[in-house]
């Protein structure tokens, strides 16, 4: 829209890159062009505002096919204002001179215009057709008949409207048909699941077959090698138990030699033992034997001695001598009581 300013009685307008303006006054044409700004009297100014800028036009009818199913046709018309002047001559594109604001609504006149136009090839185009044809390849018929329609319409080209393009989106049949017409393929697609489901879990099957056979290929290695290991073991130990067994042999050989030489070793020194006791005691008996001899005739010769020295003395003295004698193998006496008839009887005895 275009931008109304006022300074005092008189109104500024500023119009747009896209917009084309037209100032009429007093039935000529003062001014028009894209982009102009002007100063008019608001009283005496005529002002049309036609955009020439691309316009999108989403249209939404309904159509019936050959075979009497209704469909809806969702479609887009792309179109421009090429001849400004000459919409602005067909349509009321004038403008309020106070606010800017257009006085009427040109761009709604100009979409029933196009949706008028664009729905007629459609409608005749899909009457034509069965209902499957019209959703597999009636996209593509439908917008080329629609835009050879919109080219070649008289109206439009009066209009000033050239349509730039013209795309449709989507055709839809009633949301039950859609339905029964999606079961088919949804059943395929369904049975396609099923058998990639199938083939999956077959797929699965063989899969854990192939584990369990590797498995039991691996547990039956296991075995086998498990046995080896254990008659391996068998193996080793048996040679080391014989081995051990002859180690035990030559140690005892050795042992029974070292005994032999030791026995022999021991029964030498026990006869040279025997034989230096013997010698000893042989030695030892001769020299007791020699001593006891000589103590002997020590002892003879003593008491050859003393009795030769008793010989002479008197009987007196013998007899004191044999009471010392005899005094020295007594008791020990503390107390001794001599009553006088012994002491007479023994003075007596030594007086005789």
């Given at each position: 829209m275009a931008d109304v300013t006022r300074r005092l009685h008189l109104r500024h307008l500023?119009?747009?890159?896209?917009?084309?303006?037209?100032?009429?006054?007093?039935?000529?044409?003062k001014r028009s062009g894209t982009g102009l700004s002007f100063w008019y009297r608001p009283l005496t100014a005529v002002l049309s505002e036609v955009p020439v800028d691309d316009r999108e036009l989403p249209l939404l009818f309904h159509a019936r096919t050959e075979d009497f199913a209704d469909v809806t046709v969702q479609a887009t018309v792309t179109y421009r204002f090429s001849d400004p002047a000459a919409a602005a001559g067909r349509l009321d594109f004038s403008i309020d001179?106070?606010?800017?604001?257009?006085?009427?609504?040109?761009?709604?006149?100009?979409?029933?215009?196009?949706?008028?136009?664009?729905?007629?090839p459609a409608l005749d185009l899909l009457a034509r057709v069965p209902l499957a044809e019209a959703l597999t390849t009636g996209i593509a018929g439908i917008r080329q008949s629609v835009a050879d329609a919109l080219a070649t319409d008289p109206r439009l080209t009066?209009?000033?409207?050239?349509?730039?393009?013209?795309?449709?989106?989507?055709?839809?049949?009633?949301?039950?048909?859609?339905?029964?017409?999606?079961?088919?393929?949804?059943?395929?697609?369904?049975?396609?699941?099923?058998k990639a489901t199938y083939a999956r879990r077959a797929h699965a099957v063989q899969q854990e077959r192939q584990i369990a056979e590797n498995e039991l290929q691996s547990k039956i290695e296991l075995a086998r090698r498990q046995q080896e290991l254990v008659e391996q073991h068998?193996?080793?130990?048996?040679?080391?138990?014989?081995?051990?067994a002859e180690t035990q042999?030559?140690?005892?050989?050795?042992?029974?030699?070292?005994?032999?030489?030791?026995?022999?070793?021991?029964?030498?020194?026990?006869?040279?033992?025997?034989?230096?006791?013997?010698?000893?005691?042989?030695?030892?008996?001769?020299?007791?034997?020699?001593g006891a001899r000589i103590v002997g005739l020590a002892e003879a010769e003593a008491e050859a001695a003393r009795l030769a020295a008793?010989?002479?003395?008197?009987?007196?003295?013998?007899?004191?001598?044999?009471?010392?004698?005899?005094?020295?193998?007594?008791?020990?006496?503390?107390?001794l009581t001599i009553?006088?008839?012994?002491?007479t009887k023994l003075v007596g005895r030594l007086g005789q």
């Open positions: 500023r119009g747009a890159p896209t917009s084309w303006v037209s100032h009429t006054l007093k039935g000529r044409v001179p106070y606010r800017g604001k257009w006085r009427g609504q040109p761009l709604d006149q100009v979409a029933t215009l196009l949706a008028g136009l664009a729905q007629q009066e209009t000033g409207v050239s349509v730039v393009s013209a795309r449709v989106v989507a055709i839809r049949p009633e949301p039950d048909l859609e339905r029964a017409l999606q079961t088919p393929t949804r059943e395929q697609v369904q049975q396609d699941a099923d068998g193996a080793n130990t048996r040679r080391e138990a014989e081995l051990d042999l030559v140690a005892a050989k050795a042992e029974a030699g070292r005994k032999e030489v030791a026995s022999i070793a021991a029964a030498e020194r026990a006869k040279r033992i025997a034989a230096s006791e013997a010698e000893g005691t042989r030695v030892r008996d001769e020299a007791r034997a020699a008793y010989q002479d003395l008197p009987p007196a003295v013998l007899q004191a001598l044999a009471l010392k004698e005899l005094a020295g193998h007594l008791p020990s006496v503390n107390e009553t006088p008839d012994v002491l």
